[in-house]
């Protein structure tokens, strides 16, 4: 409906990842240039993680386009908590090599066509929080795989910040140290995402109508955190509610009422920033205050991490200290 009244070609704020309307954010263009940084390595993994809806499907699909054909070959698989084995054929289908016959028929396979081919190969791993311990190991088994000293293989591991946590396991320290890049998508801050709003809108031939309030973009930020899909779903049904009264101008009013409209709906679908009935809204100043907080809970949690690396290191090397003696 807003396509006809408001003119545009195409839906502004689609929920399916489309890298034409991809958004260089200060956030996404770091990520963007981390995954670049760890291509032209040449082995290795590079790991991104970020909320539900925080555009890493969209990053990859602007970075998969950034790839020339010819000189890359790029596999993508969704995981699922799968057995190693389970693992090791998903990629095999990927690739397009046979994924029948025992493990060491698979592995075989994997490595041929890591070999016989003249292009370097890309593995993305989409929804690798969901990976097991054993399946992470595969994966680095595969790092392995070399030619003339070369690294036949380079994987990038997409997932939500779970992953972090997974990585961090003592257990994977051979995996860390083969990290090249690792990035944090955060979400847009309020500047970015009225950037974020009039982007979308201009790709599809948005010439100032709707006209927004100044005030509607931070209500958009408020309820959404700055996390792309959240603004593309709320944004969606403001056009829609302004379609429907035929308003060549969108209002903050409007733009609050839709978004308590469609909390309504959808539960808790909005969960940060949002407003609960009873409940105080946050202000900007809290707001800034609660994403200083994570930003601090983020960063101990990777000191932890270290810490513990460093702990078990330490009993390793007193375990071998205090060895019985020959």
Sequence with gaps: MHIDIYGFHEHPFLMTPDARLFFPSSVHSRAHAHLMYGLAQGEGFVVVTGEVGAGKTTLVERFCSDLDPASFVVARIM???VAGDDLLRLVADAFHVSAEGDKAAVLRGIMSALRTADR???LIVDEAQALTPAGLEELRMLSNITDGG???LQTILLGQPQLRRLIASPDLDQLRQRILASFHLGGLSREETRSYIEHRLRAVGWTGNP???DRAFDIVHRYTSGIPRRINRLCSRVLLAGALEKAPHLTADLVEATAVELEDDLGA???QGSYMPGLP???PEMESQIEALEKRIDGLERTMARRERAFTRLMDFLAELTGPRR
Excluded: E, F, N, Y
Aim: proline share 0%; aromatic share 6%.
């Design 120 to 122: 370097r190969h890309v």
């Design 211 to 213: 006209s927004w309030d």
């Design 281 to 283: 809204r946050l202000t």
């Design 150 to 152: 070369r690294a036949l």
């Design 79 to 81: 995981t699922t908590q």
């Design 269 to 271: 679908g909005m969960v």
